[in-house]
């Protein structure tokens, strides 16, 4: 299931210093050594000026500014290497001056849908995005009838950091109340990956609006709460 990791406060880093990190400690491929940067992020997260460094930066030469950056919609790119990519987005509340349907296709809100590939990533401003998470085993599944396992209903506020699986973790993305932003950073490929969007489901709880009470979520027989992966040493980012 998707992971919560825990953590301490880092002291913060910038940029330049969380990609040769990454470059030089993380194996993509290799799910404990993803797992291993969580605190890396978080210090990278935990760094106030990163956004502001990085704009004046990039915007010193408009010709360049985010030619490399494939993603659409609000999504700045922030680095890449041979087997990741950093990038920051920003999730929109309504309304965002586009219609509903162009607003959900946009930003996926209220789509069911997995990852092609696994990620790790962290609230770094705002109160972040409510999503709803369910698991599949994507082994026994057929068609477009999926048996779905609820897991949990929940945010992405400043400094938590959550691992979504490839192609075992469905989510659905709900509105914000204000504008957060996060930092995802995904394993291979550099380039975005078709979305797998699941058109049944099965008993799906209805979305959450800000200002609405919660709605109920129907449990399974034998809730499940958040799995965290078990202890291990884990690298510590540069200084």
Do not use: C
Not at 6 to 12: D, L
Not at 24 to 41: C, E, I, Y
Not at 73 to 80: A, E, I, S, V
């Amino acid at each position: 299931m998707a992971y919560t990791l825990p953590g301490r406060q880092q002291t913060s880093i910038g940029l330049s210093d969380y990609l040769e990190h990454i470059k030089a400690t993380v194996v993509a491929a290799d799910t404990d050594s993803v797992l291993a940067s969580a605190d890396a992020l978080r210090a990278l997260s935990s760094n106030p000026t990163l956004l502001v460094d990085h704009l004046n930066r990039e915007l010193g030469n408009l010709a360049s500014w985010q030619t490399d950056n494939p993603y659409l919609g609000p999504t700045l790119l922030l680095g890449r290497g041979e087997n990741f990519t950093v990038r920051a987005n920003i999730w929109l509340p309504p309304p965002t001056g586009l219609d509903t349907q162009q607003e959900q296709t946009l930003h996926s809100y209220e789509v069911p849908h997995d990852h092609t590939f696994s990620f790790l990533t962290i609230g770094h401003l705002g109160p972040g995005y409510q999503t709803t998470i369910w698991e599949y085993d994507p082994h026994t599944t057929t068609g477009e009838d999926v048996d779905l396992h609820l897991l949990e209903h929940t945010t992405l506020p400043p400094g938590k950091v959550m691992y979504y699986r490839a192609s075992h973790d469905i989510h659905t993305q709900h509105h914000p109340p204000t504008r957060p932003l996060r930092l995802p950073q995904p394993p291979p490929p550099p380039t975005p990956s078709p979305l797998h969007r699941t058109t049944l489901l099965r008993h799906p709880p209805p979305p959450h609006h800000p200002h609405h009470p919660p709605p109920h979520h129907p449990q399974p027989s034998n809730p499940v709460r958040p799995r965290q992966p078990p202890r291990r040493p884990t690298q510590r980012p540069p200084p």
